[in-house]
């Protein structure tokens, strides 16, 4: 950390003077551990925890303990292992992911924040396979992503994962049916339509499959891009901003579909927002900061969401212009 020595205080009674996150022992993590819970949802307890500033608005800081696991957990359905993520040369090299390890369970919904430029895009593409990380791995149902071929990539993440995105890159030539099929026929896998029913009515548009996309309205047109994205049956879905071109109820919509998927259909969701009030559907919440996992915040509601990233936000413009 750039700048003067910033002294950080963990509860009221204990403080330390540090110029960056120290590794500690997991055993050391006091109170810290119940607010913030496991970086890794319903796995095994991690061996290695830092604590990471958290900057108040009087100037202050606070530890938050972060957690850190350097375990392959066989019960995660998405794991991430010390990625990292650079771009451009030795000179002018970026690192937009700095050692992320992480992991998702099944039937779990979990929202990525941070700051602009905290590397939330480029941890969404190494995790779904559409971005090979620098370092690291990234394994999918124990499948190690690093050793696939792009062939075999390709067909993985055309049957395994599931994408929705900020645009919902719909066909305009194709029905709603036939763009919700579009990921079967691609795959050589014949639609059964009862499977195609089902997901529809699902999305609540059984009635609307012989309608054009220009038909619809836009929280019309991005629950078929949902429904394109479950209808394969994936093991893991991955949403970029899915609600940020939607008003506010169409929003709402959009997100309890998410939200029912995880909670009827177990499926797991990982979703990057901006928003807060999207993010307090998920069941947690992890925040990125310069590339790096800074905190967590489970059972999240739009308020606190929205506080940590108040706090992250000054902490990484004060971290940019090495003001404290």
């Given at each position: ?22 590794p ?21 307890p ?35 292992n ?46 779904a ?53 579009l ?8 639609p ?14 059984g009635?609307?499959r ?62 990057v ?8 559907y ?20 739009a ?17 940019a212009t090495?003001?404290?």
């Amino acid at each position: 950390m750039a700048g003067p020595r910033a002294r950080l205080h963990l509860g009221s009674e204990r403080s330390v003077t540090q110029n960056r996150p120290r590794p500690v022992r997991a055993a050391s993590a006091t109170a810290g551990a119940e607010r913030l819970g496991s970086a890794v949802v319903g796995l095994a307890p991690p061996r290695i925890s830092w604590f990471a500033p958290v900057f108040s608005g009087g100037g202050g800081a606070r530890l938050v303990l972060v957690r850190h696991t350097n375990e392959n957990h066989p019960s995660a359905v998405v794991q991430l292992n010390d990625v990292r993520r650079t771009y451009g040369g030795k000179r002018t090299s970026v690192a937009a992911l700095d050692g992320v390890t992480a992991g998702f369970g099944r039937a779990s919904f979990t929202a990525v924040m941070g700051p602009s430029g905290s590397g939330k895009s480029t941890f969404l593409h190494c995790a779904a396979g559409l971005d090979r990380p620098t370092g690291g791995s990234v394994l999918i149902e124990g499948q190690d992503l690093g050793e696939l071929s792009e062939v075999e990539l390709t067909r993985l993440r055309r049957e395994r994962v599931g994408f929705v995105f900020q645009a919902f890159n719909l066909l305009p030539a194709l029905t709603v049916q036939d763009n919700v099929t579009l990921p079967l026929r691609l795959a050589g896998r014949r639609p059964k339509p009862a499977l195609v029913r089902q997901v529809l009515d699902q999305v609540g548009l059984g009635e609307r499959r012989k309608h054009l996309p220009a038909e619809l309205s836009g929280g019309q047109q991005q629950r078929v891009a949902i429904a394109r994205a479950l209808v394969t049956r994936p093991a893991v879905l991955f949403a970029d901003e899915p609600t940020g071109a939607l008003d506010t109820h169409t929003a709402r919509d959009v997100l309890g579909l998410l939200r029912g998927s995880v909670d009827h259909a177990g499926q797991t969701v990982v979703m990057v927002t901006h928003d807060p009030v999207a993010a307090s559907y998920a069941d947690r919440v992890v925040f990125l900061a310069d590339g790096r996992l800074v905190g967590e915040l489970p059972n999240p509601t739009a308020e606190a969401v929205a506080e940590r990233m108040t706090h992250l936000g000054a902490w990484a413009e004060r971290t940019a212009t090495g003001v404290y």
